[in-house]
């Protein structure tokens, strides 16, 4: 495995498992309202993630994609699809403790986490379909991402990582703090409340 692969995977191993353990899906596939919540901690992280992105150098945007690869317009969709009105997507508060973007190499290990996430979407979204019905043109485009193109995806996003980075400590650091930040919010922050 390739050395700075390695080193992040090493690091956000345990973090990575936590998350997953503690994330209730069982309750947030339970009903489209508690769905609706899901998806709007979400938007309170990719919202303030993607505008750290939106103000990176062009030559970073261009190197990785940004943004084509927003996954705003797609959260935005859902959530409308579920009822949120524009004004209410506006009022969901945004994730205070992101960790800052201010390297290439902290760019990248941010992305190795919302990248990652979205393999884990594919196995959340068959649950969907299954548990609410819904599928990528009724509420979980999201999700869904690229759907079978998702793993090359993947896979691309890993060769650039191991060609681009210069630092892997700081990648590693980054991609650890991104894992703390998603935990917090996802776990300690609900948004029903504003959604209803």
């Not at 990575?16 to 503690?22: F, G, I």
């Not at 590693?172 to 029903?192: D, G």
Request: proline share 5%.
């Amino acid at each position: 495995m390739p050395a700075v692969l390695e080193l992040i995977r090493t690091r956000t191993r345990a973090l990575h498992s936590q998350l997953e353990e503690r994330i209730d899906l069982q309750r947030a596939l339970s009903s489209r309202a508690e769905y609706r919540s899901l998806l709007g901690s979400h938007l309170g992280l990719y919202r303030p993630f993607e505008s750290m992105l939106a103000a990176q150098p062009s030559s970073v945007r261009d190197l990785i994609q940004w943004p084509e690869c927003s996954k705003l317009p797609p959260l935005e969709r859902d959530m409308q699809s579920l009822g949120a009105t524009v004004n209410q997507i506006e009022q969901i508060p945004d994730c205070p403790g992101l960790p800052k973007l201010d390297t290439l190499d902290a760019v990248l290990g941010a992305l190795y986490v919302i990248e990652g996430s979205a393999l884990g979407g594919q196995i959340i979204y068959r649950q969907i379909e299954t548990s609410l019905h819904l599928d990528k043109d009724s509420g979980a485009s999201f999700f869904f991402g690229q759907g079978t193109n998702t793993g090359s995806n993947w896979k691309a996003f890993l060769g650039l990582l191991e060609e681009h980075v210069s630092f892997p400590e700081q990648s590693a650091q980054t991609a650890c703090a991104m894992f703390q930040s998603f935990e917090h919010w996802l776990i300690h922050r609900t948004t029903s409340q504003e959604l209803q």
